[in-house]
C-alpha cells in the first residue's frame, strides 16, 4: 500500500523528491538496506530532501519511512490494485462492489501510511488544551463537525465551525492552550490558510489533517496526512472525507483514553444516561 501511495503522490512530489519516489518504486527492497546517507548518494539527492519527502507521505522520518515500508512489502493484506469507474448505466451490485473498493483502498492506506508520532502528538496537544476549535469548509465542513460532536461527548470544550467568517474571525481570538484541528482534503483553501495563520499568531497550536504536500501541512503544528488518491470518478463519494472521519475516531478514543479511568467512569455515566433515553423492545 505505501508503494501504492508512492506512486499516487508522485506527480505532486518536487522534481528531486520524485527521483526518490522512482528509486523506492523500483528497488523498494534495496531501500530497507540502506542508511539514510547511502539512499542520498545512490538517489543523487542531499539528505534534507530524503526529510522533505518522507514528510510529504506523513512520516516523521526516515526511520519511521523504512518501518512503514517494510511493513507494507511484508503485508499480505492489500487494497484493489485497480479501481474502476462507476459507469453511468451500472447496477447496483457494481455499485456497492466498486464502492466499497474504493472505501477500503483509501482506508488501508491511511493505516498504512499515517504517522504513529504524529497521532501521538496530537493526542497529547488534544488532551491538554484549553479549547479546541474544528475548521473544514464545504464536505471537510461536515467532518469538522462530525469529530467535534466526538469530542464534545468527551466533555472536551470544542465548537466546529464552516462558514468562513465565523473560523476566521474566532481564529483571531485564540491564544496560548487553544488547539484549532483544521481539515482540508486539498489543504489549499484560502479562508483556512488565513485562519490558521491567524491562529497561530495569537500563540494556539494547529493540528492539520489534510494531504502532506499541501500549503496547509507546511503551516501546521502536527500533521495527520490523509495521503488518498484523488478521485476521478464522478459518481463516486471523496474517500478523503472517510479518512478524516477515522483520522477523528482516532483521536478521540486517544483523547479519552489519555485522560485517565477517573475520565472513562465519566464516559460510562453519559453513555447510560443515552442508554434511558431508548425506548426497549
Known amino acids: 500500500m505505501l508503494l501504492f501511495q508512492v506512486k499516487a503522490m508522485r506527480e505532486q ?13 523500483e528497488a523498494p527492497r534495496e531501500v530497507l538496506d540502506l542508511a539514510m546517507t547511502d539512499f542520498a548518494v545512490r538517489a543523487g ?18 526511520r519511521e519511512f523504512k518501518i512503514r515500508l517494510a511493513q507494507s512489502i511484508a503485508s499480505d493484506i492489500s487494497a484493489p490494485a ?3 469507474d462507476v459507469r453511468a448505466d451500472e447496477p447496483a451490485a457494481g455499485v456497492a462492489a466498486k464502492v466499497l473498493d474504493r472505501t477500503i483502498g483509501a482506508l488501508l492506506q491511511l493505516r498504512n501510511s499515517l504517522s504513529s508520532d504524529s497521532v501521538a502528538a496530537a493526542i497529547s496537544l488534544l488532551a491538554e488544551a484549553r479549547r479546541i476549535e474544528f475548521y473544514g469548509a464545504g464536505g471537510s465542513g461536515v467532518a469538522a463537525l462530525d469529530v467535534q460532536h466526538k469530542f464534545f461527548r468527551l466533555g472536551v470544550p470544542s ?14 481570538l485564540l491564544g496560548p492552550g487553544d488547539v484549532v484541528v483544521a481539515i482540508s482534503n486539498t489543504g489549499r ?11 497561530l499568531d495569537g500563540g494556539a497550536k494547529v493540528i492539520a489533517i489534510t494531504h502532506g504536500s499541501s500549503p ?8 495527520l496526512f490523509a495521503n488518498v488518491d ?5 459518481f463516486s463519494p471523496m474517500t478523503s472525507r472517510l479518512s478524516h472521519l477515522a483520522i477523528g ?22 453513555k447510560g444516561v443515552l442508554d434511558r433515553r431508548r425506548v426497549g423492545n
Open 189 to 199: 483553501t484560502r479562508d483556512i490558510l488565513d485562519a490558521v495563520q491567524s491562529a
Open 159 to 172: 465548537v466546529a465551525y464552516s462558514d468562513p467568517h465565523t473560523y476566521t474571525t474566532s481564529a483571531a
Open 13 to 25: 512530489l518536487r522534481p528531486s523528491e520524485r527521483r526518490l519516489a522512482d528509486y523506492v518504486i
Open 249 to 270: 475516531d482516532i483521536l478521540a478514543v486517544g483523547v479519552a483514553l489519555a485522560r485517565g479511568p477517573e475520565f472513562a467512569e465519566r464516559l460510562a455515566e453519559a
Open 45 to 62: 539527492v542531499s539528505q534534507p530532501t530524503i526529510a522533505r519527502f518522507c514528510q510529504a507521505l506523513g512520516f516523521s522520518g526516515f
Open 216 to 223: 496547509l501541512a507546511r503551516k501546521t503544528s502536527i500533521g
Open 82 to 84: 485497480v479501481f474502476r
Open 230 to 234: 484523488e478521485d476521478t470518478d464522478i
